[in-house]
């Protein structure tokens, strides 16, 4: 079965650093992956949208890779902020209508 | 242009009970779509509305329903509330077409008691 899996430990790191979250997916094969951001208590907010053809995607600090062969994407944040602590969710297209979101990580970036 | 407004933000119900959420999407948007989040099962999705019609349904008993109405607005229904349904209700509304990105509301909480 289609299986999305996000690192489910928080991740932490120090205020300017490079924050980086990945993404795996198994048994098929999305034709593109979308990121968004969710605060507590709040509704996801669409981040970043790459497609199975672009390597990379870029959006002020954000950076996107999408790797088919490795069924996997990555998301960093440069010169990370504490306003970046949130957590991150990928939802890599199914083939369905519905989208299917991944747990998403947690991020904390100290001061 | 207003994002996709959710009514009420919180709400207590005692088990049994029926609960009725409501879902105003981005002005344009055709398809409204419901998610369950919680602690353990993350962001699940109920259904999806377009055009008035059901277009999509998620893995839920049928204890939980919607509708849309022909202004694109949407309400959905929870009956015989059980302590598992205590949850964040996210609606999210797009134009419509196959998993385009979604304007998600701020929820509605659900405490179940």
């Known amino acids: 079965s289609q299986k999305i899996e996000q690192n489910s430990e928080a991740l932490n790191i120090q205020e300017g650093k490079t924050a980086t979250l990945t993404c795996n997916y198994t048994?098929?094969?999305?034709?593109?992956l979308q990121w968004y951001r969710q605060d507590p208590g709040r509704g996801p907010v669409f981040l970043l949208l790459?497609?199975?053809?672009?390597k990379e995607k870029r959006k002020e600090r954000l950076k996107v890779t999408f790797d088919t062969t490795l069924k996997q994407s990555l998301f960093h944040i440069t010169a990370s902020q504490p306003a970046d602590s949130a957590t991150y969710l990928c939802?890599?297209?199914?083939?369905?209508?519905?989208?299917?979101f991944g747990s998403g990580t947690r991020l904390q970036v100290q001061p | 242009k207003a994002g996709v407004t959710q009514t009420p933000r919180y709400l207590i119900k005692t088990r049994g009970q029926q609960v009725t959420l409501s879902c105003s999407p981005i002005?344009?948007?055709?398809?409204v779509s419901w998610y369950q989040q919680t602690p353990g099962q993350g962001l699940q999705f109920l259904f999806e509305?377009?055009?008035?019609?059901?277009?999509n349904k998620g893995n839920f008993p049928g204890r939980f329903s919607g509708r849309q109405f022909s202004n694109s607005r949407s309400e959905m229904n929870v009956s015989t509330l059980e302590l598992g349904d205590s949850a964040l209700y996210l609606c999210?509304?797009?134009?419509?077409?196959?998993?385009?990105?979604?304007?998600f509301g701020p929820g509605t909480r659900l405490l179940v008691l």
């Open positions: 509305y377009f055009s008035e019609t059901q277009r």
């Open positions: 939802a890599p297209h199914t083939g369905r209508r519905a989208l299917t």
């Open positions: 002005s344009g948007h055709r398809s």
């Open positions: 048994n098929y094969s999305p034709a593109y």
């Open positions: 790459i497609r199975e053809n672009e």
């Open positions: 999210a509304s797009s134009t419509g077409r196959d998993q385009e990105t979604q304007y």
